[in-house]
């Protein structure tokens, strides 16, 4: 017998909309971003590779030396990846949206401040579903891949280009240029000195791509305007935050939905009583 319908049917009305976000988090295991085609803007270093890589593949091995890892996982991610340009952003709106299935949270703030706000994403699994970005994504990727490495790493955010860098096992550091497939066995420090050095490592690249793609690297790498930064100040703490965070409560609010609507759904019910026994 209901004895308060108020809260017998507002329980009924949050297991609801609990069960609901709960099957949308649910399906989401098995939902795949749309990939977006290769486009002419397209930097690969090697022949275009669309099976996205495990993170097991992007792991360290046990017996490999960091150099090698950097390499290998900086040829992985340029051949995986799709690159295109901010000139495009017509053309790639449907894959620069948050689904619903990924994470209900994100896609309901990105309803609000913009389709684009998620155009970056620091988890590793949703950014290699995605699959492309710009210099600033592949960077946040190779970075997050070694910080889960608890390899030690930064981001560096040059006068008109993105790259990642690693610490090698005797403490120095070296640039990983995801979007072009180029490791640099340099630090910044040492890079700013004499930038010019760095037109070697780009050569072999650069004979394969068009000429309207090709930065003026020399440039790039000077000294003027150079930032070192974490993977949160190069997200930005908001973003990452919320992203790292909303990941747990997309599971977390309909189990607590379930739990209130039970107690509302009880609190509205009287206890059924046995008039035989009276």
């Known amino acids: 017998m209901i004895k308060n319908k108020t809260s017998f049917f507002c329980g009924f009305f949050i297991l609801f909309i ?9 399906s989401g295991l098995w939902y795949k971003y749309p990939q977006p085609p290769q486009s002419e803007w397209d930097m690969g270093y090697m022949d275009r590779v669309r099976e996205k890589p495990t993170l097991q593949e992007l792991d360290m091995n046990k017996h490999e030396a960091r150099e090698d890892y950097f390499r290998r996982i900086t040829r992985i991610i340029d051949a995986y990846f799709v690159h295109w340009s901010p ?14 299935y990924d994470n209900y949270i994100l896609w309901a703030v990105n309803k609000v401040l913009g389709y684009s706000y998620f155009d970056e994403r620091s988890d590793v699994e949703t950014a290699l579903d995605r699959g492309w970005g710009q210099c600033s994504q592949y960077s946040l990727l190779i ?12 981001i560096i955010r040059l006068n008109g280009h993105v790259v990642a860098s690693g610490q ?13 497939g180029v490791y640099i066995p340099k630090s ?34 000077g000294e003027d305007g150079n930032q070192v ?15 790292r965070f909303s990941y747990l409560l997309i599971w977390l609010f309909p189990l607590c939905g379930v739990v209130i609507s039970i107690f ?10 046995n008039r035989s026994r009276l």
Request: charged fraction near 25%; glycine fraction near 6%; charge should be negative.
């Open 87 to 100: 000139r495009l952003r017509k053309e790639i709106r449907e894959y620069r949206t948050v689904s619903i």
């Open 188 to 221: 910044i420090e040492e890079i700013e000195k004499n930038s010019e050095m760095v037109l070697s490592y780009y050569e072999e690249i650069y004979k394969r791509i068009p000429e309207r793609v090709k930065l003026p690297m020399e440039e790039i790498y």
């Open 264 to 273: 509302f759904i009880s609190n509205g019910i009287s206890p059924t009583i």
């Open 18 to 26: 609990s069960l609901t976000l709960g099957v949308i988090s649910i």
């Open 143 to 154: 970075a997050n891949i070694l910080d889960l490495n608890a390899i030690p790493t930064k």
């Open 168 to 180: 090698l096992e005797d403490g120095g550091w070296v640039i990983l240029d995801g979007n072009y």
């Open 229 to 243: 930064l974490s993977i949160v100040q190069e997200l930005g703490w908001k973003q990452y935050y919320v992203e």
